[in-house]
Nanobody
Framework: QVQLVESGGGLVQPGGSLRLSCAAS??????????MGWYRQAPGKQRELVAT??????????NYADSVKGRFTISRDNAKKSVYLQMNSLKLEDTAVYYC?????????WGQGTQVTVSS
């Protein structure tokens, strides 16, 4: 059983920064080889990709949604089985529940989500 636990969400003013963390655990879960990602879902909208980072066998390549390029940075610490999302220059439209995701070989796991609210 894989567990993903997000933290770091909160209320921030436009232009501010937040850092989200996702800690993975589970018997037999090989964190380092999984592609990890952050997704978000705003009220009334579909869940969308924010950023992904591949596993160690794929070189840790990153991919970002156009809307966050240059503002958000995804990173991972395989020793800590954690993935992070540094969010800078936050905008009102970044308000959403942010979900951590792990994928490998057709299997996918999700965290419970953490709320990010950007408001003045």
């Amino acid at each position: 059983q894989v567990q993903l636990v997000e933290s770091g969400g909160g209320l921030v003013q436009p232009g501010g920064s937040l850092r989200l963390s996702c800690a993975a655990s589970g018997s037999g879960f090989s964190f380092a080889v999984n592609t990890m990602g952050w997704y978000r879902q705003a009220p009334g909208k579909q869940r969308e990709l924010v950023a992904t980072i591949t596993g160690i066998t794929s070189g840790g390549s990153t991919n970002y949604a156009d809307s966050v390029k240059g503002r958000f940075t995804i990173s991972r610490d395989n020793a800590k089985k954690s993935v992070y999302l540094q969010m800078n220059s936050l905008k009102l439209e970044d308000t959403a529940v942010y979900y951590c995701n792990a994928e490998r070989g057709g299997s996918s796991w999700w965290g419970q989500g953490t709320q990010v609210t950007v408001s003045s």
